[in-house]
């Protein structure tokens, strides 16, 4: 059990260590200039993160190749071409280089003098990413009719999840109490009944008074 367990781990931990070293080589900036559609692909570690029109030369400059930035240059006017306005320039290779243009409506098209022109806010953009990237992490590819394929992502390799063994709790059961099936005893009389005895009445004698003496008769009289 513990050496299976500690065989994928170790496996799991094998293959991130080579995802990690695929997008550590990976992790770099490309900006891809394709000269046939007057387009600029830019990778950021192996994704396409922006795409844009630009304006390569009329004859067919800048020359096709692999650069890498030479020098930064915030503000910037040729020296060459009547102090053309070069905002957020990104020198590759001798007087070559990537920059802001006031010529917006001519992106997509052929018309510089061998520069790369951008939109201003591409321009400025891209010159604070390669900046803050750096120049050992930045190239510059310079094609023809094609452009730097982004690659896909690397899978994500999730670790195996190692679930803990679950220990049973024992159930508690409710305690039944049953109710008695035999009815209550009813409420018991006295054992002795008390009983009472007939009153019987007894019979009224009655004595004759006699009447007084001077109690006679006397004669009615008649007025």
């Known amino acids: 059990m513990h050496r299976s367990t500690l065989a994928a781990l170790s496996a799991c ?39 844009w029109a630009v304006s390569t030369g009329l004859g067919n400059g800048p020359p096709s190749g692999n650069y890498k930035p030479q020098r930064f240059e915030r503000r910037w006017w040729s020296h060459k071409y009547n102090r ?22 001519q992106l997509g098209r052929r018309a510089s003098k061998g520069c790369v022109r951008l939109h201003p806010d591409n321009a400025a953009i891209l010159f604070d990413l390669v900046r803050g990237k750096g120049s050992g992490q930045t190239r510059i590819v310079i094609a023809n009719a094609t452009h730097v394929m982004a690659t896909p992502p690397a899978p994500k390799i999730e670790a195996p999840k190692i679930e803990a063994p679950q220990v049973a709790t024992p159930k508690a059961e409710p305690v039944r109490v049953e109710a008695s ?7 018991r009389e006295a054992d002795v009944a008390v009983t009472a005895a007939p009153v019987e009445a007894s019979p009224v004698t009655t004595q004759s008074i006699p009447a007084p003496a001077d109690a006679a008769e006397k004669p009615q009289t008649q007025e």
Request: with cysteine.
């Open 13 to 51: 931990a094998c293959l991130l260590a080579v995802a990690g070293t695929s997008n550590s080589a990976a992790a770099e900036i490309v900006v891809s200039v394709n000269k046939a559609t007057q387009t600029m692909s830019v990778l950021v570690d192996g994704l396409e993160k922006y795409t």
């Open 181 to 187: 099936a035999e009815p209550p005893a009813p409420a």
């Open 84 to 105: 053309a306005p070069m905002p957020h320039s990104i020198f590759f290779y001798e007087g070559y280089a990537i920059h802001g243009t006031i010529h917006i409506k």
